[in-house]
């Protein structure tokens, strides 16, 4: 007797150069250094999960990456939707830019434990806090293909909101 075929994605991996400054944190965090001069050499690693911490060439990675992973939660986690909670134009929300990065770098760190508590503690105690966020404060105003500026800056016309760009 064969069933049905489970439509299960697996958590998008990040790509190396990403994988290789959490991995690098991660292996400090075991052991964290206790001289000053070493204490500033790991204060000045890039952190992922702040993505302003990061170079041009780890961004130029990282953000594909982050994409990656609000399609993954969108599609696995937050099922029978009409509208996702984390709405595509994510990168024009600064604050969705750095929640969304600490919680792809935290998941992909749960994906290492042996027991599945971490992946739990993960999405109840980071992700679905991080979606309350967002339902509260952008809701449905960022519909599919309809972005709007926070409402402090619609009618600013000093300086220029950026966009990510990947």
């Known amino acids: 007797m064969s069933g049905p075929p489970y439509a299960v994605e697996?958590?998008?991996?990040?790509p190396d150069i990403v994988r290789d400054a959490i991995?690098?944190?991660?292996?400090v965090s075991l052991r964290p250094p206790t001289d000053e001069l070493s204490l500033r050499q790991?204060?000045?690693?890039?952190?992922p999960w702040d993505p302003g911490t990061c170079g041009p060439d780890l961004q130029a990675e990282l953000w594909p990456w982050i994409g990656d992973v609000v399609g993954w939660i969108n599609h696995e986690l937050?099922?029978?939707?009409?509208?996702?909670?984390?709405?595509?134009?994510?990168p024009l929300h600064p604050h969705l830019c750095h929640d969304i990065a600490a919680v792809a770098c935290e998941r992909y760190l749960a994906g290492f434990a042996i027991t599945p508590r971490d992946i739990e503690d993960w999405r109840e105690l980071r992700l679905d806090p991080v979606l309350q966020?967002?339902?509260?404060?952008?809701?449905?105003?960022?519909a599919p293909g309809q972005h709007h500026e926070d409402p402090r800056y619609e009618s600013s016309t000093q300086g220029s909101r950026r966009a990510l760009e990947p």
């Not at 991995?23 to 292996?27: I, K, M, S």
Request: some cysteine; charged content about 15%; proline content about 15%.
């Open 42 to 47: 790991v204060a000045s690693l890039p952190r």
């Open 78 to 90: 937050l099922w029978g939707l009409a509208t996702p909670v984390v709405p595509e134009c994510w």
């Open 133 to 142: 966020r967002i339902r509260e404060q952008i809701g449905h105003r960022c």
């Open 23 to 27: 991995t690098a944190l991660h292996v």
């Open 10 to 14: 697996p958590f998008p991996l990040p």
